[in-house]
Structure formats: structure tokens, C-alpha cells
């Protein structure tokens, strides 16, 4: 078995996340994701939290779970873990040890395309003309020091004195001038909605747009968010077409676009889930020619390992079909 996490709090991680990527996809293996905290955005949660989530799952109550589905959820777990140990499980063949991008080349339908795999923070993306930043359905960027992407965005965009004060704030503000436009000020919009701004202070890297993708729906009374994959998925279409729509506005043309793994931050999605839903929108897409270089950015070397196995399932000869390998 091949373990690359250098501390041992990290060695029992990447363990458990082996063990529960072994388990049947669907339910069991997202309610264990949540049970173990292994679901993005849910390492500090209290247990608590993890057992409701996980419960809602099944669509049972906490008590429920926590006395039958919880028991069996570990229970296959365990047996992964002893699989593992006993040698059942086979070299990671996607291991990252050292890289911080790589091109994947793969299959859209029947045709050869290539996918830019970026495994770094979202602010140190270089020459990438539009970053498809997720962000909650009332267009609401956190605060700066925050550590999610739109978070990171907003900071990287940011306008700074010599001594680090705050001087224009471009992407924040040219997103509330969006909503007052569009009417949605202090209300919702449609999750899948996509807002486009300018890159503030990111155009000196490259970076031309931002895209902003209303994805997280805010759990009323509570500091968590909704996602849907089937939203993500719409989102990832719209900045697609949105990217279309602007392609001549600007010169040169804009060409390339970065996604992240969309709600897989405080949106509780697993990165298998998320991956999907984007890589779907994004196969459509180029498989009827749409001529974009597509990226993806993520900062977890787990992330990029479920990233290249969604995107290897297409890529040329490849078997689909083969045995061993998901649908």
C-alpha cells in the first residue's frame, strides 16, 4: 500500500479515505465520508453534525442511524481497512509526489481533447483568462481572510498599499453592482445562476474574468450550505456558455477557463461527486467541438487524484467497461 502523508495524523487519513473510496458508491460510501468527516468541509464539524448529515442520507432519524446504519458504516469500513492491510489493495497509479500541474489527455464523445490538471491555491493560477469561483445564491463573497477559493479570489484580486492597507476591493464590489442591476439584491437567485466580473489585481497573472457560480444554498438558522450536484452541473454549463458569450468581447479572444471542484468546500460535496457533476457539463460541451482549454485547480493531492480518475474514465483506450472500474 502506498502512503504518501509524512506526519501520522495524515498517514491514518489517507488510510481511511482508501478504505472508504473502496466501499459501493452511493449511499454507504457518502454517509461514511460524512460519518469520518472525509467530505470537504467537514473535518471540524462536531460529530453531531456528521451523524445528522449522514443520517439525512438514508433518510432516517439521528437515532436511527446512530444505532443501526452508523454500526454498519463502520463495520464495512473496518473491513476495508483489514483488506488493506492484509494487501488487497493496489498501488495508487495517480500518486502526485511532487507536481503541481499536469495534462491529462482524454476522450469528450469520440473526440481527443486535453484537461490541465493545477495543484496549487486558486490565487497562484497564471494565464488562465477565466476562474469559475463557486459562491452561495445570494452572490455574498466571504470576508478576505477566509480560506475558501472565492475567499482566495477576492484577496488575490484586492488593490493593496505598500503597507498592506485595503484599496479598492474591484471584485466584491463589481459583484454587488451585479445583483443591484439584476434586481436580486438581498434575495436569492436560481442556483446554477452565473455572475461574471472583471479579475481586479489577477489580470497582472493573466487571469481576465471571474466567474462566480451560485451553487450553495444557505441552510436557514445555521452556518452550513446546500449543494446540489445537479446545480453544480448546471452552473459549470452556464460559465461554459458564458465564456461563449464574452469570447469576442475582449483581445485576444478569451479561450481558457479553471474550474474548482464546485461545493466541495463548506458545501459538504464529496470531490468524487463534485468532479462529476463538473467533468459531465464540461465532456458535453467539448464533445460538440466548443474549442476551450479547460482547467482544474485544487489544493488537496486527494482532490487531484479523484479529478484524473473522473476524467481517465474517457480517456482514449480506456475500456469503460473494464471490470474493477465505477460507472
Known amino acids: 500500500m502506498l502512503v504518501t502523508a509524512r506526519t501520522r495524523e495524515g498517514a491514518v487519513e489517507a ?21 469520518l468527516g472525509l467530505a470537504q468541509g467537514t473535518r471540524d464539524w462536531p460529530a453531531s453534525s456528521r451523524r445528522a448529515r ?16 452508523e454500526v ?44 490541465t490538471l493545477h495543484l496549487h491555491p486558486v490565487e497562484l493560477l497564471r494565464d488562465v483568462d477565466a476562474v469559475v469561483s463557486p459562491v452561495n445564491t445570494y452572490f455574498a463573497l466571504p470576508e478576505p481572510y477566509k480560506s475558501s477559493v472565492s475567499a482566495s ?6 488593490v493593496r498599499g505598500v503597507t498592506g492597507d485595503l484599496l479598492d ?26 455572475a461574471a466580473t472583471g479579475a481586479g489585481a489577477m489580470a497582472e497573472q493573466g487571469v481576465r474574468r471571474i466567474y462566480h457560480a451560485a451553487v450553495a444554498r444557505p441552510r436557514a438558522g445555521t452556518n452550513d450550505y446546500d449543494v446540489l450536484p445537479a ?26 477557463v479553471c474550474f474548482a471542484l464546485l461545493g466541495s468546500g463548506r458545501g459538504g460535496l464529496p470531490y468524487r ?33 479523484v479529478v484524473e480518475r473522473t476524467a ?16
Open 15 to 35: 488510510l481511511l479515505r482508501r478504505a472508504v473510496e473502496r466501499l459501493d458508491a452511493g449511499t454507504l460510501r457518502t454517509a461514511a465520508e460524512y460519518t
Open 54 to 69: 449522514a443520517a439525512e442520507v438514508y433518510r432516517v432519524s439521528e437515532e436511527r442511524f446512530r444505532k443501526h446504519h
Open 72 to 115: 454498519m458504516v463502520l463495520e464495512q469500513v473496518a473491513g476495508q481497512i483489514v483488506e488493506l492491510a492484509e494487501g488487497g489493495g493496489e498501488p495508487d497509479e495517480t500518486d502526485w509526489p511532487a507536481e503541481t500541474h499536469r495534462s491529462l489527455d482524454v476522450l469528450a464523445g469520440d473526440r481527443p481533447v486535453r484537461l
Open 153 to 158: 479570489l477576492r484577496r488575490a484580486a484586492s
Open 169 to 194: 476591493d474591484p471584485v466584491h464590489d463589481e459583484l454587488r453592482r451585479w445583483t443591484a442591476r439584476h434586481g436580486t439584491s438581498g434575495r436569492p437567485v436560481i442556483p446554477g445562476t452565473v
Open 231 to 256: 446545480d453544480v452541473t448546471r452552473a459549470a454549463s452556464r460559465a461554459l456558455a458564458l465564456l461563449a458569450e464574452e469570447h469576442d468581447r475582449y483581445t485576444p479572444p478569451l479561450r481558457s
Open 273 to 305: 461527486v463534485s468532479a462529476a457533476a463538473v467533468w459531465s457539463a464540461v465532456e458535453a460541451e467539448l464533445a460538440r467541438g466548443a474549442p476551450w482549454d479547460v482547467h482544474v485547480v485544487v489544493r488537496d493531492p486527494e482532490a487531484a487524484r
Open 312 to 327: 481517465s474514465r474517457t480517456r482514449p483506450g480506456h475500456d469503460r467497461s473494464a471490470p474493477g472500474r465505477s460507472a
